[in-house]
DNA sequence: CAAAGTACTTTGTATTTCAAAGTAAATATA
DNA sequence: TATATTTACTTTGAAATACAAAGTACTTTG
Protein backbone atom coordinates (compact mmCIF):
# COMPACT_ATOMS: atom_id res chain seq x y z
CA UNK A 1 0.00 0.00 0.00
CA UNK A 2 2.06 2.50 -1.52
CA UNK A 3 0.88 6.26 0.20
CA UNK A 4 -0.55 8.92 -2.13
CA UNK A 5 1.27 10.68 -3.79
CA UNK A 6 -0.85 13.91 -3.09
CA UNK A 7 -2.31 14.63 0.20
CA UNK A 8 -6.57 15.91 0.23
CA UNK A 9 -6.26 19.96 1.05
CA UNK A 10 -9.30 20.45 3.85
CA UNK A 11 -12.19 21.75 1.98
CA UNK A 12 -13.08 24.27 5.43
CA UNK A 13 -9.38 25.94 4.40
CA UNK A 14 -9.29 25.71 0.77
CA UNK A 15 -10.83 28.97 -0.25
CA UNK A 16 -9.23 31.96 -1.14
CA UNK A 17 -10.89 34.08 1.41
CA UNK A 18 -11.42 31.56 4.46
CA UNK A 19 -7.27 31.17 3.71
CA UNK A 20 -6.63 34.64 3.98
CA UNK A 21 -8.99 34.79 7.00
CA UNK A 22 -7.01 32.28 8.46
CA UNK A 23 -3.94 33.58 7.45
CA UNK A 24 -4.94 36.63 9.50
CA UNK A 25 -5.75 35.27 12.56
CA UNK A 26 -2.78 33.48 12.83
CA UNK A 27 -0.81 36.23 12.60
CA UNK A 28 -2.97 38.78 14.77
CA UNK A 29 -5.13 36.85 16.99
CA UNK A 30 -7.75 39.17 16.84
CA UNK A 31 -9.47 40.85 14.19
CA UNK A 32 -12.66 42.17 13.39
CA UNK A 33 -15.42 42.30 11.13
CA UNK A 34 -13.78 45.51 8.91
CA UNK A 35 -10.34 44.57 9.47
CA UNK A 36 -10.88 41.01 8.14
CA UNK A 37 -12.86 42.38 5.35
CA UNK A 38 -10.06 44.64 4.30
CA UNK A 39 -7.64 42.39 4.45
CA UNK A 40 -9.75 39.92 2.31
CA UNK A 41 -10.58 42.18 -0.05
CA UNK A 42 -14.38 40.45 -0.20
CA UNK A 43 -17.91 41.74 0.97
CA UNK A 44 -19.91 41.50 3.41
CA UNK A 45 -22.21 39.21 2.88
CA UNK A 46 -19.68 36.89 1.34
CA UNK A 47 -17.02 37.72 4.35
CA UNK A 48 -20.01 36.73 6.48
CA UNK A 49 -20.82 33.19 5.46
CA UNK A 50 -17.02 32.31 5.19
CA UNK A 51 -16.79 33.44 8.72
CA UNK A 52 -19.67 31.62 9.86
CA UNK A 53 -18.35 28.28 7.85
CA UNK A 54 -15.09 28.96 9.94
CA UNK A 55 -17.07 29.03 13.11
CA UNK A 56 -18.92 26.32 12.36
CA UNK A 57 -16.00 23.81 11.39
CA UNK A 58 -14.69 24.65 14.76
CA UNK A 59 -11.48 26.58 13.62
CA UNK A 60 -12.52 30.11 14.81
CA UNK A 61 -14.83 31.77 18.04
CA UNK A 62 -16.58 35.19 16.91
CA UNK A 63 -17.10 37.27 19.51
CA UNK A 64 -20.13 39.99 19.48
CA UNK A 65 -19.58 42.97 21.58
CA UNK A 66 -20.14 46.63 20.64
CA UNK A 67 -17.88 49.27 19.97
CA UNK A 68 -19.49 52.51 21.78
CA UNK A 69 -23.19 51.98 20.12
CA UNK A 70 -22.32 50.00 16.81
CA UNK A 71 -22.08 46.53 16.77
CA UNK A 72 -18.38 44.88 17.15
CA UNK A 73 -17.82 41.47 15.73
CA UNK A 74 -14.18 39.97 16.83
CA UNK A 75 -12.52 37.14 15.47
CA UNK A 76 -10.19 34.62 16.82
CA UNK A 77 -8.11 31.40 15.88
CA UNK A 78 -8.40 28.17 18.08
CA UNK A 79 -6.43 25.52 18.17
CA UNK A 80 -8.24 23.28 15.95
CA UNK A 81 -8.07 25.88 12.98
CA UNK A 82 -4.02 26.36 13.58
CA UNK A 83 -3.53 22.75 13.44
CA UNK A 84 -5.93 22.47 10.34
CA UNK A 85 -4.10 25.28 8.99
CA UNK A 86 -0.97 23.72 9.68
CA UNK A 87 -2.12 20.89 8.33
CA UNK A 88 -3.51 22.43 5.30
CA UNK A 89 0.67 23.55 4.13
CA UNK A 90 2.24 20.43 4.75
CA UNK A 91 -0.58 18.85 2.31
CA UNK A 92 -0.42 22.13 -0.10
CA UNK A 93 4.01 21.13 -0.09
CA UNK A 94 2.86 17.57 -1.26
CA UNK A 95 1.73 19.34 -4.62
CA UNK A 96 5.32 21.61 -5.15
CA UNK A 97 7.94 19.11 -4.75
CA UNK A 98 10.57 21.02 -6.02
CA UNK A 99 9.95 24.18 -4.23
CA UNK A 100 10.08 27.36 -5.12
CA UNK A 101 11.03 27.93 -9.17
CA UNK A 102 11.54 31.07 -10.46
CA UNK A 103 8.85 32.17 -13.31
CA UNK B 1 -1.25 52.70 -2.73
CA UNK B 2 -0.21 50.05 -0.44
CA UNK B 3 0.29 46.58 -2.31
CA UNK B 4 -2.38 44.03 -1.32
CA UNK B 5 -1.79 41.79 1.50
CA UNK B 6 -3.15 38.40 -0.19
CA UNK B 7 -2.35 38.20 -3.98
CA UNK B 8 -5.00 36.30 -5.75
CA UNK B 9 -5.30 32.61 -6.35
CA UNK B 10 -5.45 31.62 -9.80
CA UNK B 11 -8.98 30.03 -10.03
CA UNK B 12 -8.25 27.22 -12.81
CA UNK B 13 -4.94 26.00 -10.75
CA UNK B 14 -7.28 26.77 -7.38
CA UNK B 15 -8.44 23.48 -7.03
CA UNK B 16 -7.27 19.92 -5.88
CA UNK B 17 -7.72 17.92 -8.70
CA UNK B 18 -6.41 20.60 -11.59
CA UNK B 19 -3.35 21.59 -8.84
CA UNK B 20 -2.53 17.44 -8.97
CA UNK B 21 -2.65 17.46 -12.49
CA UNK B 22 -0.53 20.47 -12.83
CA UNK B 23 2.19 19.33 -10.58
CA UNK B 24 2.29 15.68 -11.69
CA UNK B 25 2.43 17.22 -15.47
CA UNK B 26 5.46 19.70 -14.51
CA UNK B 27 7.26 16.63 -13.28
CA UNK B 28 7.06 14.15 -16.20
CA UNK B 29 6.15 16.27 -19.18
CA UNK B 30 3.56 13.70 -20.22
CA UNK B 31 0.52 11.67 -18.60
CA UNK B 32 -2.19 10.14 -19.87
CA UNK B 33 -5.57 10.03 -18.33
CA UNK B 34 -5.00 6.71 -16.83
CA UNK B 35 -2.04 7.67 -14.69
CA UNK B 36 -3.43 11.30 -13.87
CA UNK B 37 -6.61 9.80 -12.61
CA UNK B 38 -4.70 7.14 -10.53
CA UNK B 39 -2.56 10.23 -9.08
CA UNK B 40 -5.68 12.41 -8.47
CA UNK B 41 -7.35 9.68 -7.14
CA UNK B 42 -10.50 11.22 -8.74
CA UNK B 43 -13.17 9.39 -11.27
CA UNK B 44 -13.16 9.57 -14.95
CA UNK B 45 -16.02 12.38 -15.38
CA UNK B 46 -14.36 14.47 -12.87
CA UNK B 47 -10.91 14.49 -14.53
CA UNK B 48 -12.23 14.46 -18.00
CA UNK B 49 -13.83 17.53 -16.98
CA UNK B 50 -10.81 19.46 -14.74
CA UNK B 51 -8.81 18.53 -18.12
CA UNK B 52 -11.21 20.10 -20.55
CA UNK B 53 -10.70 23.46 -18.64
CA UNK B 54 -7.09 23.31 -18.09
CA UNK B 55 -7.20 22.62 -21.75
CA UNK B 56 -9.25 26.05 -22.07
CA UNK B 57 -7.63 27.87 -20.35
CA UNK B 58 -4.10 27.10 -22.14
CA UNK B 59 -2.49 25.41 -19.44
CA UNK B 60 -1.83 21.99 -20.93
CA UNK B 61 -2.00 20.27 -24.13
CA UNK B 62 -4.06 16.71 -25.03
CA UNK B 63 -2.99 14.68 -27.83
CA UNK B 64 -5.76 11.93 -28.60
CA UNK B 65 -3.81 8.78 -30.27
CA UNK B 66 -4.19 4.85 -30.19
CA UNK B 67 -2.47 2.35 -27.85
CA UNK B 68 -2.76 -0.45 -30.31
CA UNK B 69 -6.49 -0.54 -30.25
CA UNK B 70 -7.76 1.68 -27.50
CA UNK B 71 -7.97 5.18 -27.49
CA UNK B 72 -5.06 7.48 -25.55
CA UNK B 73 -4.98 10.96 -24.39
CA UNK B 74 -2.10 11.96 -23.32
CA UNK B 75 -1.47 15.54 -21.60
CA UNK B 76 1.33 17.62 -21.28
CA UNK B 77 2.13 20.84 -19.54
CA UNK B 78 2.20 24.18 -21.56
CA UNK B 79 4.37 27.55 -21.00
CA UNK B 80 1.51 29.02 -20.08
CA UNK B 81 0.78 26.32 -17.41
CA UNK B 82 3.93 26.78 -15.89
CA UNK B 83 3.68 30.03 -15.65
CA UNK B 84 0.69 29.86 -13.82
CA UNK B 85 1.70 27.34 -11.52
CA UNK B 86 4.88 29.52 -10.79
CA UNK B 87 2.39 32.49 -9.73
CA UNK B 88 0.03 30.39 -8.38
CA UNK B 89 2.55 28.93 -5.96
CA UNK B 90 3.82 32.88 -5.18
CA UNK B 91 0.26 33.84 -4.60
CA UNK B 92 0.12 30.78 -2.25
CA UNK B 93 3.21 32.08 -0.24
CA UNK B 94 1.43 35.07 0.71
CA UNK B 95 -0.78 33.23 2.92
CA UNK B 96 1.81 31.82 4.55
CA UNK B 97 4.50 34.06 6.04
CA UNK B 98 6.92 31.18 7.02
CA UNK B 99 7.09 30.33 4.27
CA UNK B 100 5.98 26.92 1.95
CA UNK B 101 9.55 24.61 2.09
CA UNK B 102 9.91 21.68 -0.40
CA UNK B 103 9.34 18.11 0.87
C1' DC C 1 -37.02 64.05 11.17
C1' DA C 2 -35.57 62.29 6.87
C1' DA C 3 -31.62 60.62 4.54
C1' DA C 4 -27.37 58.35 4.68
C1' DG C 5 -24.13 55.44 6.85
C1' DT C 6 -22.46 51.31 9.66
C1' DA C 7 -22.25 46.55 10.68
C1' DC C 8 -23.64 42.92 9.72
C1' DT C 9 -27.13 38.62 7.85
C1' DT C 10 -30.20 36.46 4.67
C1' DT C 11 -31.39 35.11 0.23
C1' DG C 12 -31.29 34.20 -4.59
C1' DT C 13 -28.42 33.36 -8.39
C1' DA C 14 -24.41 31.96 -10.77
C1' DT C 15 -20.64 29.01 -10.83
C1' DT C 16 -18.22 24.89 -9.72
C1' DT C 17 -17.68 20.25 -8.52
C1' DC C 18 -18.66 15.72 -8.85
C1' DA C 19 -20.13 11.20 -10.05
C1' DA C 20 -23.81 8.50 -12.44
C1' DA C 21 -25.08 7.40 -16.71
C1' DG C 22 -23.97 7.31 -21.60
C1' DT C 23 -21.01 6.13 -25.77
C1' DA C 24 -18.11 3.50 -28.56
C1' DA C 25 -14.98 0.24 -29.37
C1' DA C 26 -12.27 -3.94 -27.77
C1' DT C 27 -11.96 -8.17 -25.46
C1' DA C 28 -13.32 -12.00 -22.73
C1' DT C 29 -16.82 -15.63 -21.79
C1' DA C 30 -20.33 -19.05 -22.65
C1' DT D 1 -21.03 -16.53 -32.39
C1' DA D 2 -23.86 -14.09 -29.61
C1' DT D 3 -23.43 -11.56 -25.22
C1' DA D 4 -21.46 -9.88 -21.38
C1' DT D 5 -17.60 -7.24 -19.51
C1' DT D 6 -13.94 -4.05 -19.77
C1' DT D 7 -11.57 0.07 -21.29
C1' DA D 8 -11.35 4.83 -22.20
C1' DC D 9 -13.32 8.29 -22.14
C1' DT D 10 -17.60 12.30 -22.42
C1' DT D 11 -22.00 14.15 -21.30
C1' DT D 12 -25.35 15.38 -18.10
C1' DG D 13 -27.82 16.39 -14.08
C1' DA D 14 -27.72 17.14 -9.28
C1' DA D 15 -25.44 18.91 -5.09
C1' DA D 16 -22.36 21.99 -3.07
C1' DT D 17 -20.08 26.43 -3.12
C1' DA D 18 -19.24 31.24 -3.84
C1' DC D 19 -20.81 35.59 -4.33
C1' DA D 20 -23.12 39.93 -4.11
C1' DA D 21 -27.72 42.23 -3.95
C1' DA D 22 -31.04 43.10 -0.94
C1' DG D 23 -32.60 43.09 3.83
C1' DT D 24 -32.31 44.24 9.00
C1' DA D 25 -31.37 46.97 12.82
C1' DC D 26 -29.42 50.46 14.40
C1' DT D 27 -26.79 55.23 14.54
C1' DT D 28 -25.22 59.47 12.81
C1' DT D 29 -25.55 63.47 10.09
C1' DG D 30 -27.65 67.29 7.62
Redesign the pocket.
Known amino acids: MTPDRFEPLD?VIH???RLAVLSVLIAVKEA???YLKKETE??????????A?LEEAGYIRMK?SF???????TCSIMEKGKTAFSLYLKALESYFPGGIKPV
Open positions: PSQVDFNTTDGNLSTHLKKRGKKPLT
